[in-house]
């Protein structure tokens, strides 16, 4: 069974820290423990690395590794992640999901 990466990019219309760690622990208090989730983790942009290649359109990342694309889409319906959402959305300027199919030995 291929583990599926989410991938989760964040854009905030107000990107103050207080607004910023708003999402971090409402990240941490609906998406972190759900079943299926081999990895969760959650950040904000390194501005420091500012390579040409980096990318820096954005304030928050969450990375989920999910053990399959079935505990994935079961998590896409589960009602916390759809609280997340509902209380968050109101300050999301843009968000962008990457989802990948994970390659092993």
Same mark, same amino acid.
């Given at each position: 069974m291929k583990q599926l990466s989410h991938m989760?990019?964040?854009? %905030? *219309?107000d990107a103050s820290e207080a607004k910023v /760690?708003?999402?971090? =622990? =409402?990240? *941490? @208090?609906? %998406?972190?423990?759900h079943q299926g989730v081999a990895h969760f983790s959650v950040g904000t942009? /390194? $501005? &420091?690395? =500012? $390579?040409?290649? /980096?990318?820096h359109g954005y304030d928050v990342v969450l990375n989920?590794?999910?053990d399959s @694309?079935?505990?994935?889409?079961?998590?896409q319906t589960e009602p916390r992640h759809l609280k997340?959402? &509902? &209380?968050?959305?109101p300050n999301w @300027?843009?968000? $962008?999901?990457?989802?990948s199919d994970l390659v092993g030995p």
């Open positions: 989760v990019y964040f854009t %905030l *219309h /760690n708003e999402l971090l =622990a =409402a990240c *941490h @208090k609906y %998406l972190s423990g942009l /390194n $501005r &420091e690395l =500012a $390579r040409p290649v /980096n990318d989920l590794i999910f @694309k079935s505990t994935h889409d079961t998590y997340f959402i &509902e &209380e968050q959305k @300027k843009q968000v $962008r999901v990457f989802d």
